[in-house]
Structure formats: structure tokens, C-alpha cells
């Protein structure tokens, strides 16, 4: 079982706001940074956002993070039905003897 | 571009080990280190430690000790990936990844080059 809990599922229209959380503790994002990503159907991840809130070079800006204790967000402003994907939120975790942790992925539909 | 290029489909008899290469190009392979995650069928990823491509150093989840071994041959900029005594359980597509470095900056963990992924089915 992960350490870091995501919703199974989020939702929303096309133009929309979507927000997934991601819960954790004080070993991990609650003293490391929060990175997330992308998965379309049949592929592999995609670095979306590092460092809790910064972007990639080709990543939009309809996309971004944030961190706040021991939670950190994703948020997608004006979803598409090109976002639909599975996303993972992900950090070292100090408590585990060095363990990178993932979310338990939250997948996101346009409806 | 900067890719990492990984082997194709394994399918293995429970009991038997597997090696998966993942072939760097287009940047300074002894530069990042590599990370392995895998992905069970319909589930989510899962980290399995990593490797220093220059120092041939090793970091390994404590769920697989014992059992992986990560090697690499900086003659030919490929590292790999070795799971012994393979389950059912261990079937997964394993991608191999590069740790992202912002402006020569460590960014904590963000992976920004993954490999293809590798199937692997573990099957009698």
C-alpha cells in the first residue's frame, strides 16, 4: 500500500478546473519535494510538475502544483479531453530507508 | 534527443530470473542516475531503486533486496535491471528513468527521461 493517497477518480467538462490532492506525512511531503506525472493509456509517465510547483520546458500552463505541509495538489485549469490520463503524485520518502514513493494514481476523465 | 531505449518483451517461468537493458543516448550517460519502476497490470507504479551510472553505486526498495541487481556497462551507456527468482506477482512493465536536472540544479527526485517500459509476464 502506498504511503501517499490520491482519489481514484476526478472528473470535469471541458474548460474546467480539476484539482487532485495528495496526502502524505512529515517523512515525505511534509519535508521533501513533490513531483507529478502523467500517464496516457499504453505509455509511459510523463514528468508534469518537479520541485512541487515548477514546470518542464512543453508542459502548459493549464497545469500546476502545489505543496502545503503534508499535502500537495495538482490542478488543471481549462481540462481538455486530451488531459484524460492517469496522474501520479511522487517523493522521497526519509522514513523508509531511502524509498521513492508514488501516489496511488487518480484518473482523470473529461466527460 | 536525450532517450533512454529499453529491451523487449520477456516472458519467464516462475523461479527464473529476467534482465532488462535500458540504453541511454543523446546525453552524458554517466551524468544521471537511472531509476527502475514498475507497473502490474491495471496498477499503479512502484519505485525499485536506482543506480549511479559513473560510481556503479546502487540504492535498492527494501521490498526487492535480495532479489534485484542493477548494473551498468558505461562502455556501451546501458544499465540494467535483474530480478531473480520471479512470481506471478512480478509480472509488470518495468521502466527504467533519469533523474532531472533543472539548470545543472538536482530537482529532488523528478524523473524527466523514461524508457519505453519493458513487458515482463511471468507465467508457467
Known amino acids: 500500500q502506498s504511503v501517499l493517497t490520491q482519489p481514484p477518480s476526478a472528473s470535469g467538462t471541458p474548460g474546467q478546473r480539476v484539482t487532485i490532492s495528495c496526502s502524505g506525512s512529515?517523512?515525505?511531503?511534509?519535508?521533501?519535494?513533490v513531483h507529478w506525472y502523467q500517464q496516457l493509456p499504453g505509455t509511459a509517465p510523463k514528468l508534469l510538475i518537479y520541485?512541487?510547483?515548477q514546470r518542464p520546458s512543453g508542459v502548459p500552463d493549464r497545469f500546476s502544483g502545489s505543496k502545503s505541509g503534508t499535502s500537495a495538489s495538482l490542478a488543471i485549469s481549462g481540462l481538455r479531453s486530451e488531459d484524460e490520463a492517469d496522474y501520479y503524485c511522487?517523493?522521497?520518502?526519509?522514513?523508509?530507508?531511502?524509498?521513492?514513493?508514488f501516489g496511488t494514481g487518480t484518473k482523470v476523465t473529461a466527460l | 534527443q536525450e532517450q533512454l531505449v529499453q529491451s523487449g518483451a520477456e516472458v519467464k517461468k516462475p523461479g527464473a530470473s529476467v534482465r532488462v537493458s535500458c540504453e541511454a543516448s543523446?546525453?552524458?550517460?554517466?551524468?544521471?542516475?537511472i531509476h527502475w519502476v514498475r507497473q502490474a497490470p491495471g496498477q499503479g507504479l512502484e519505485w525499485m531503486g536506482w543506480?549511479?551510472?559513473?560510481?556503479?553505486?546502487?540504492n535498492y526498495a527494501q521490498k526487492f533486496q535480495g532479489r534485484v541487481t542493477m548494473t551498468r556497462d558505461t562502455s556501451i551507456k546501458t544499465s540494467y535491471m535483474e530480478l531473480s527468482r520471479l512470481r506471478s506477482d512480478d509480472t509488470a512493465v518495468y521502466y527504467c528513468?533519469?533523474?532531472?536536472?533543472?539548470?545543472?540544479?538536482?530537482?529532488?527526485?523528478?524523473?524527466?527521461?523514461w524508457g519505453q517500459g519493458t513487458m515482463v509476464i511471468v507465467s508457467s
Open positions: 528513468a533519469r533523474d532531472f536536472y533543472d539548470s545543472n540544479s538536482y530537482t529532488g527526485g523528478a524523473f524527466d527521461v
Open positions: 543523446g546525453y552524458s550517460f554517466t551524468g544521471y542516475d
Open positions: 543506480i549511479n551510472p559513473k560510481s556503479g553505486d546502487t
Open positions: 512529515s517523512s515525505n511531503i511534509g519535508s521533501n519535494y
Open positions: 520541485r512541487s510547483d
Open positions: 511522487a517523493v522521497w520518502d526519509d522514513s523508509l530507508s531511502g524509498l521513492y514513493v
